[in-house]
């Protein structure tokens, strides 16, 4: 069994808020999460963020993550990566 670990992303005052940014590693890779969403995942030494489709919230943990908009994935690209590298 694959060891998982956690830690938190951002830069918040308050302990309890940082139960919605939470960033997953394991052998396979990194894969970080804005409440349920995955939302940027790394992969192989490949690393893919997706385009903020949902609010201001999420737009900062995108940010905190990485302020490149302009490496940004739609949702079909995001989603085709990630099926690419993750295997069940």
Do not use: P, Q
């Amino acid at each position: 069994m694959k060891e998982v670990s956690y830690f938190n992303y951002g830069n918040y005052s308050s302990n309890n808020y940082g139960v919605n940014t939470l960033c997953f590693t394991n052998d396979n890779g990194k894969f970080w999460f804005s409440y349920k969403t995955l939302v940027a995942f790394s992969v192989n030494n490949e690393f893919h963020i997706i385009k903020n489709y949902w609010g201001t919230t999420t737009g900062k943990h995108l940010n905190f993550i990485n302020s490149d908009k302009s490496i940004r994935e739609d949702k079909e690209t995001f989603e085709a990566n990630y099926k690419r590298l993750v295997k069940d």
